[in-house]
């Protein structure tokens, strides 16, 4: 019957759910995903409220990613020492403090540019640790490691439901309430995946940890990922989409107003439409079978979400910019979740978690220096010509990622 064979493919995408701890993780991350991308959008509006300046967004973004490009490899070597799932905790419970007390200083009208600059530091210092110990941890919320591939699939579900949600939610918040209640809705969010993560009976308590001396642990972390060749290339164009392509929501705020002539609403509907491109690509990766021959996927993303950039600069009607913004996405989110796919399986599990912290800095640690080129740029030649060439470099660093990968 056609229903059961629906029924039997949405528990075939979603079958890292009988696992008993994916599954409270699951539940929990996803309330807090939706908090964390409303304070997203509310922070661009503020930011650009409060400055009218690309050049500021560009600032701020690098303010909340450099933490992870300076600490993120030596919160690897703590998180293969530290207990996974209690850092999680920790980490999840500082991340609600800080959303609270940006959700004060709005709602008191006393907020500055410079309150949103130390908050976002504060932030991404606590996230060099959080989602090194997140990464780490899915191999520990699933008994059947065949399942692997799917939880992380699954985890992109949840993580571009909430941007496609979340985004929606913040634009009329924003346009009736403002931007504080969006900070305040953040910080309750995360009551959420802390109960789920006390509740969670996982051997994930367990310490993982490797004691060597701290220098020598981060060294051999480093070696390992540069001797092992399929790890060594992923992470360098992960690196490269990190620089050029991830910046491109930074700038989204100048694209809703100064190029499609729109406000809060259209900014809205720009991210929600990137998460809802990055859905599409993840229910795809959970869709199917096998997850074998990631490389493929990998350079097929590096090229789409290059071609998707390139159209997106040239584009001045809504729906064209709203198709190449799902397409950007849904190439980004192959390279993202392949790569973390490939790397999980072929990584030594006491080299877990500074491989993962590798892969974490990659992917956000390059990113503040994006945000602040592709900031400055955008303030210099403007955002169009900015993404024009973002999206040529990235175009060419996956024809070089191909080429590499399959030399003999």
């Not at 720009?270 to 491109?277: D, F, H, Q, T």
């Not at 990235?394 to 191909?402: D, E, I, M, P």
């Amino acid at each position: 019957m056609p229903f059961a064979k629906v029924f039997n493919s949405i528990k075939f995408i979603f079958r890292a759910l009988e696992h008993r701890n994916y599954r409270m993780f699951f539940m929990g991350q996803s309330v807090s995903l939706i908090g964390m991308w409303i304070q997203n959008v509310a922070m661009g509006w503020l930011v650009y409220r409060l400055t009218d300046s690309a050049f500021w967004l560009g600032i701020v973004g690098f303010a909340e990613n450099i933490p992870m490009f300076i600490l993120t490899p030596f919160a690897g070597v703590l998180v293969d020492r530290w207990n996974r799932h209690r850092t999680v905790v920790f980490t999840q419970a500082l991340a609600m403090s800080l959303a609270v007390i940006m959700a004060i200083l709005v709602l008191s009208d006393l907020v500055t540019v410079l309150h949103v600059i130390v908050l976002s530091v504060l932030l991404g210092t606590v996230m060099a640790v959080d989602v090194t110990a997140r990464q780490s941890l899915f191999i520990d919320l699933v008994e059947d490691k065949r399942d692997l591939g799917n939880a992380i699939a699954l985890n992109s579900i949840m993580f571009n439901s909430a941007r496609l949600i979340g985004p929606s939610i913040a634009g009329i918040v924003i346009v009736i309430l403002g931007e504080g209640l969006c900070f305040l809705l953040n910080g309750i969010s995360y009551i959420g995946v802390i109960v789920a993560l006390l509740l969670m009976k996982t051997a994930a308590n367990r310490a993982a940890a490797v004691r060597t001396d701290f220098r020598q642990g981060l060294m051999e972390g480093l070696k390992y990922a540069a001797g092992n060749t399929p790890i060594r290339y992923t992470l360098l164009l992960v690196a490269l989409i990190s620089f050029f392509a991830n910046p491109y929501l930074v700038l989204m705020p100048v694209f809703a107003k100064e190029v499609l002539g729109g406000g809060a609403q259209t900014l809205g509907y720009l991210v929600g439409c990137s998460g809802l491109g990055a859905l599409a690509g993840a229910i795809y990766i959970a869709s199917r079978k096998s997850n074998q021959d990631p490389v493929k996927f990998i350079f097929g993303g590096a090229f789409s979400s290059g071609i998707g950039l390139i159209v997106f600069s040239s584009s001045r009607m809504m729906v064209l910019s709203l198709i190449s913004i799902f397409v950007i996405s849904f190439g980004i989110m192959m390279i993202i979740s392949f790569s973390n796919i490939l790397i999980q399986t072929v990584v030594d599990n006491s080299k877990r978690g500074r491989v993962m912290a590798l892969h974490v800095f990659a992917l956000s640690g390059m990113t503040p220096f994006g945000n602040l080129l592709l900031g400055a740029l955008s303030g210099r030649i403007g955002a169009p010509d900015t993404f024009l060439a973002a999206g040529a470099i990235v175009v060419l660093g996956a024809f070089v990622y191909g080429y590499k990968r399959t030399e003999r």
